[in-house]
């Protein structure tokens, strides 16, 4: 399996404009999870699916950050408009019900917002 | 938040077996502990969970107390690629609205030659 993949790896972008992440998960896992990471605050859950349903978006900062899964093989995280401060590695996970709980995660995106 | 308390550093010899420790006084009956490992810049590894008893893999071994309020990780031959942020979790049984998995600071392991 090619384990779960991300794109973009990098992106640069300036303050205002949108930024959409992708997460294809690995095939067969039913649970798909967003992470932000950044040197102040470590490793956040923003979001997590299951089923394509989201389960719990608390850590979700605020209005701006949105995240989808229309189908069992691809998720978006979307951010409209974005900001310096949202400048950080973006990495999903994917797991799957039933196993040891494992989550298995993506290289991540790392974005910049100037 | 975190249900976790870990060193913030850590370092070991090569070769020799890497003890790191994990306070988790809080810890339910029904949740297991687990741990990862995140080498720069990469996405977090599983290496290794528990609920009551030791566990052991090809990775690491997890010895967790009687009562389950700490638990220690053992990487048993510490290479310089085991170099990284070890994390210990708390996470609520699988499959259930507590199944998220949250991170703390975690343990910044370093391995001298």
């Known amino acids: ?114 | 938040d975190a249900k976790t308390t870990q060193p913030p550093s850590m370092d070991c010899a090569e070769g020799r077996a890497a003890n790191l420790p994990c306070n988790h006084s809080t810890i339910s009956g029904n949740e297991y502990v687990y741990w990862y490992r995140q080498i720069h810049s990469q996405g977090p590894q599983y290496i290794i969970h528990g609920l009551k008893n030791n566990e052991t893999n090809e990775m690491a071994s997890l010895i967790i107390t009687e009562d389950r309020k700490s638990s220690t990780l053992i990487l048993p031959h510490a290479t310089l690629r085991d170099t990284a942020v070890y994390y210990c979790i708390v996470r609520g049984p699988r499959d259930s609205s507590a199944s998220k998995i949250i991170f703390g600071s975690g343990t910044r392991l370093s391995i001298r030659p």
């Open chain 1, 1 to 114: 399996d090619a384990g779960v993949i991300q794109s973009p790896r990098h992106e640069v972008t300036e303050m205002g404009q949108e930024v959409t992440l992708r997460c294809k998960p690995i095939s067969g896992h039913d649970y798909l999870f967003w992470y932000r990471q950044t040197m102040m605050r470590g490793l956040e859950l923003l979001i997590y699916f299951n089923n394509n349903v989201p389960i719990d978006d608390s850590g979700m900062p605020e209005d701006r950050f949105s995240a989808k899964m229309p189908n069992a093989s691809f998720s978006t995280l979307k951010i409209q408009p974005s900001e310096p401060r949202d400048s950080a590695v973006y990495f999903c996970a994917s797991s799957l019900k039933g196993s040891t709980g494992e989550l298995f995660f993506g290289e991540g995106s790392r974005l910049t917002v100037l």
